[in-house]
């Protein structure tokens, strides 16, 4: 038997849940076909097959964790006098045995193994059967309890909101599971948040600066988040050494502006990000918004989302609290907290006055950002919210 292992995913956690098998013992399938989907560090990650084959064993039954580099799933060798699978074969020349037997060594997906072979003819693809839904809206169904084999889907593939409608708005009953023991493991999501809250722990040396802002000129009127947003966009335009990633010693300021956005959701928190936020639309930015977060509640947002930050944003204050110690994520060195709104007396032209103000607080890495930078930075923003 051929045995392919879980590979390193690139999230530096040393396992992964299966969620979903895409494949079954006795089937046959091509090469880079969908074998798995399991979660790491809160994305769902779909694995390919590293060559086609006849699947004789699975080594992992769904919701079990895998360790990286421990067995996924097997395929049948061919036998003496057979004839090898039709897909990812090379002609023109014989295999040896040691290339016959070489397994795959359980690194990065996509690694190629190099060999000698050379391909002798063009394959033509193998046709692969189309599936009615995407991996994340097939979990929401067995989620929600909705068997989609009794469905038809209203256009190509089902919708997420087609199954909740299938399903009342009901959640599923769940299986009856054994108590769990005292050192039960951590979810995938609560592990990649210890991690990185070790990492920031031992690496940053944090400082953090507070303000609050007159916002009374557009609150109500306009999306609280878009104007943070904006805010940042020109703070970093003004400070750029806060829109950067520090590794191996160095400040390496960032040629767009990407900001993480933490949402929160029922497996933890998210850290989506906004990409080349200067050259985006408002509309463009809050639709991007909105996706994430009925994401973030529905079926997890995709790994390639929940990377390349340059700074960080935590809007709490939709939740609780006016101030904050926001957490430094390394190797960003920079991450802003904004509190809930408050109305508060300020002295106008002399006098007091009721208005709306917002709270804020800074955070960064003492390591590559300066006091004054930091101040610098949070006056760009005081000056943009208040406008």
Not at 138 to 155: F, H, I, S, Y
Not at 292 to 297: L, M, P, R, S, V
Not at 304 to 321: C, K
Request: aromatic content about 4%; overall charge negative.
């Amino acid at each position: 038997m051929k045995v392919f292992k879980l590979p390193d995913l690139g999230e530096g956690l040393p396992d992964a849940v299966i969620r979903e098998w895409h494949v079954a013992e006795g089937d046959s399938i091509a090469a880079h076909q969908s074998l798995v989907t399991v979660e790491t560090a809160k994305a769902l990650v779909e694995v390919p097959a590293p060559w086609g084959g006849t699947v004789e064993k699975l080594f992992a039954a769904e919701d079990e964790t895998v360790n990286v580099g421990e067995p996924l799933i097997g395929f049948t060798e061919a036998r003496a006098g057979e004839k090898a699978p039709p897909v990812g074969v090379a002609h023109g020349r014989d295999r040896t045995r040691g290339e016959e037997k070489q397994a795959d060594s359980g690194t990065v997906v996509g690694r190629i193994q190099q060999t000698g072979e050379v391909l002798g003819q063009e394959i033509a693809p193998t046709e692969i059967s189309r599936r009615l839904a995407t991996p994340s809206v097939r979990a929401l169904a067995r989620r929600l309890g909705v068997d989609l084999g009794e469905l038809q889907p209203k256009g190509e593939r089902f919708s997420a909101d087609e199954v909740r409608a299938a399903a009342g708005r009901k959640p599923a009953v769940e299986k009856r599971k054994e108590p769990a023991s005292p050192d039960a493991e951590m979810s995938p999501a609560r592990r990649a948040m210890a991690m990185a809250m070790s990492r920031a722990r031992d690496e940053v040396a944090p400082m953090t600066l507070c303000d609050q802002v007159d916002i009374s000129a557009w609150w109500g009127k306009e999306s609280a988040t878009l104007r943070l947003i904006r805010a940042m966009q020109r703070a970093c335009e003004a400070e750029p050494n806060l829109n950067a990633l520090y590794e191996d010693g160095r400040l390496n300021p960032s040629e767009t502006i990407n900001i993480g956005l933490a949402v929160d959701s029922p497996r933890g928190l998210l850290v989506p990000v906004l990409r080349d936020v200067a050259a985006r639309s408002d509309g463009a930015l809050l639709q991007q918004i909105e996706d994430y977060k009925e994401q973030a509640h529905t079926r997890g947002i995709a790994q390639s989302d929940l990377r390349g930050g340059s700074i960080l944003l935590s809007n709490f204050g939709a939740l609780a609290g006016r101030y904050a110690t926001p957490v430094v994520l390394p190797p960003m060195v920079a991450i802003i907290g904004a509190g809930r709104t408050f109305e508060g007396v300020v002295a106008v032209d002399g006098k007091p006055a009721v208005r709306a103000l917002l709270p804020l607080s800074i955070s960064a890495d003492h390591r590559a950002v300066t006091g004054g930078e930091l101040a610098r930075f949070l006056g760009a923003m005081l000056d943009s919210l208040s406008s």
